[in-house]
């Protein structure tokens, strides 16, 4: 059970450091094209949030035995806080306004999980509390990519969906709840996983595949029309010559 246990460990801190930098693709966009376009920032914020709150609970003192989850999910934050840099510098004005709210809404949450359960909580009590916390904010990580599926639809686009980071929700997700149940902590197993969400996740890359397939045909039926008329332009032409 405990080989198991571990196993589950390192393939969750394997997918989840593929679900960290899925979005260097996004960004290598974001980059080149100095702006952020229509993306959305609402996931990089609420997942250095999470990560944040998932790494403090995994530490020592607050649940003993817990390496794997604090290593990960530190190691998460910080590559989601350079992601939220490279989105601040580079939104527009709007975007950038509502970006550096909920920055300051993220560090002030984390800052008062922390400090309430270092001055105030002891023991159990503070592994409670701190397991509570992570969970409520897991629940926003998982929930926040499927905000971007109402643009998907709208514009019959996958443009603005990462196909990768939906996916490796999924698998992260679905490795950290088998891993929570193995070491029988339910706020790992609920946190981390938030199965609610899973299938969601998965509908989401459904939609972005079908999107992808739908503009594949419409491609395809364009250039079979061209080639018909160009066709028939040749036929006409020949024709008229004789």
Request: hydrophobic share 55%; glycine share 6%.
């Amino acid at each position: 059970m405990e080989v198991a246990h571990f196993v589950f460990g390192i393939f969750g801190n394997a997918t989840a450091l593929f679900l960290f930098l899925s979005p260097i693709i996004t960004f290598q966009r974001v980059l080149r094209k100095r702006t952020t376009e229509d993306f959305s920032g609402v996931p990089y914020n609420m997942t250095m949030l999470n990560c944040l709150l998932s790494a403090w609970y995994g530490l020592p003192f607050v649940s003993p035995n817990n390496m794997l989850v604090w290593t990960i999910n530190g190691t998460g934050a910080l590559i989601e806080a350079i992601y939220v840099l490279i989105f601040l510098i580079y939104a527009p004005k709007k975007a950038k306004v509502r970006m550096f709210g909920l920055l300051t809404l993220v560090s002030f949450v984390f800052a008062t999980v922390a400090l309430i359960s270092i001055l105030v909580l002891h023991g159990h009590t503070r592994k409670l509390f701190c397991g509570f916390a992570a969970t409520i904010f897991s629940i926003c990580m998982y929930a926040s990519p499927l905000s971007i599926m109402r643009l998907v639809i709208k514009t019959k686009s996958v443009e603005f969906m990462p196909f990768f980071l939906s996916l490796f929700v999924f698998l992260c997700g679905t490795s950290w709840f088998i891993y929570g149940l193995l070491g029988r902590d339910p706020f790992i197993t609920v946190q981390i996983a938030n199965m609610t969400f899973q299938p969601l996740h998965l509908q989401n890359g459904i939609v972005g595949t079908h999107w992808r397939c739908l503009q594949m045909n419409v491609a395809g039926a364009e250039w079979l029309w061209l080639r018909a008329r160009c066709y028939a332009a040749y036929i006409v032409r020949n024709l008229q010559e004789e």
